[in-house]
Every structure is written in structure tokens, then in C-alpha cells.
């Protein structure tokens, strides 16, 4: 049954590539691979719960309102690497002043996004696919490139074709919308790899937008 959205006038009129590996064994990899995460990673969920707790108070995970497949609303969780303090006309600081010590180690390495685990568990997102922006972001899309809610989002979509710089927002809206019309089995396997890549290596492919710009600490 397909849902519906609020945001249903930045849906456009295409279809993605559907084969039998997007349609099944792309959904399966994801259910299986987010448990067998999710069960490995229990011990540093909790070590981590406590330094996030320890860090900047509770909640320990922050939530926000993130855009779909077809543009249907979903929330995101990533662990909080942020605190609260304010001005002294109690305005919240500037976010580069907000981010702490742990937090910024937690960018750095993007262990601050694998909550997100549970996303790829219920269904919201998948491993590989366009990163989730929120819905304020819809309006700044080109028809073109309103492509990219045609498939689940995902923790990241690495450039397919490498570049000898930080790629642009258009640059990575094309990115994603290409891999809309070729995802397939050896896609994702080849996105994989650079996905590890992008985590422990600095990778001039990757987007100077969400851990370099402490404004925008959960895109």
C-alpha cells in the first residue's frame, strides 16, 4: 500500500529502475545486514549511550523530520553531539560554538549516524541511497532532481564518477539521481567500498556540506 504525503506537490511523475534486486533482495539485504549490525554493535551502543548522556544530558538521540521515498515524511535518529547553551539573551549559541569535544570526534568518524541502523530496520532508508535532507530543502529542487525521493534514502550515496574536488549540491542531486536509473546488485557492491571509503579516508569526492558545516549538524 503506498502512502501518502503532505508533501505530495514535490512528487514528480518518474519511475526508477525496478528489477528483481531492487524490488526484493535489496530490502532483504537491508533487514538482514541492520540486524547483524544492530546485534554487533550493542555493546558500543551502550558505551556510547553513556558518553552521549555524559556529554550533553539527555535525550541521547536526537530526531528530526526527514523526506522519504515519494516525498513521504519520515524521522531520522542520529546520537546528539550538540549541547544547548544559549546567549545571554537565551538565543541558542552558534552551532560551531555548540558542538562539543566528543561530538566533533563523533562527526568525524560518522559514528554519531549509526541509530540509523533502526532506520534501515524499519524500512525508512536503506544502506545505499540519496542522503535525507529535511522538508524545507524541497522547494530548492530542480524538476530534475526531485528525482532523487523516487527511492528510499540512505546513509550515503557516494560519487559515482570520481571527482578531483568537493562536490557541489548539484553535483551530488545528479549523483543521486543516476543512481535512481542504474541501481542494481553490483552498484550498491561497488557504493559499498566507497562508502567505507568515504568513513576512513579523506575523500575529495565527498560533499563539503553536512560535517563541514557545524550549522548543519544532523543533515
Not at 513521504?72 to 544547548?84: E, G, H, Q, S, W
Not at 545505499?128 to 530543502?137: D, N
Amino acid at each position: 500500500m503506498k502512502k501518502t504525503t503532505k508533501y505530495k506537490q514535490f512528487v514528480v511523475p518518474y519511475k526508477p529502475r525496478k528489477t528483481f534486486y531492487t524490488l526484493i533482495v535489496k530490502r532483504f539485504f537491508d533487514i538482514l545486514f541492520s540486524i547483524i549490525g544492530i546485534i554487533i554493535l550493542i555493546p558500543l551502543y551502550l558505551i556510547f549511550d553513556l558518553c552521549v548522556l555524559i556529554d550533553v544530558g539527555r535525550p541521547i538521540i536526537f530526531k528530526q523530520e526527514r523526506i522519504g521515498k515519494d516525498c513521504v515524511p519520515f524521522v531520522i535518529y542520529k546520537y546528539r553531539n550538540m549541547n544547548n547553551k544559549k546567549d545571554e539573551n537565551g538565543n541558542l549559541l552558534p552551532g560551531n560554538q555548540r558542538v562539543t569535544k566528543f561530538g566533533k570526534i563523533f562527526r568525524a568518524t560518522s559514528l554519531d549516524e549509526i541509530p540509523q541502523l533502526f532506520n534501515i530496520l524499519k524500512g525508512n532508508m536503506s544502506f545505499i541511497g540519496p542522503r535525507p535532507l529535511p522538508p524545507e530543502y524541497l522547494p530548492l529542487y530542480s524538476k530534475e532532481h526531485l528525482k532523487r525521493h523516487s527511492i528510499k534514502p540512505g546513509l550515503e550515496c557516494p560519487q559515482w564518477k570520481k571527482l578531483d574536488h568537493f562536490r557541489s549540491w548539484p553535483e551530488q542531486f545528479d549523483n543521486d539521481v543516476w543512481y535512481a536509473e542504474h541501481c542494481s546488485f553490483f552498484v550498491d557492491v561497488a557504493m559499498v567500498f566507497k562508502l567505507i571509503c568515504m568513513v576512513f579516508h579523506k575523500n575529495p569526492d565527498k560533499a563539503s556540506d553536512r560535517r563541514e558545516d557545524p550549522e548543519n549538524e544532523n543533515l
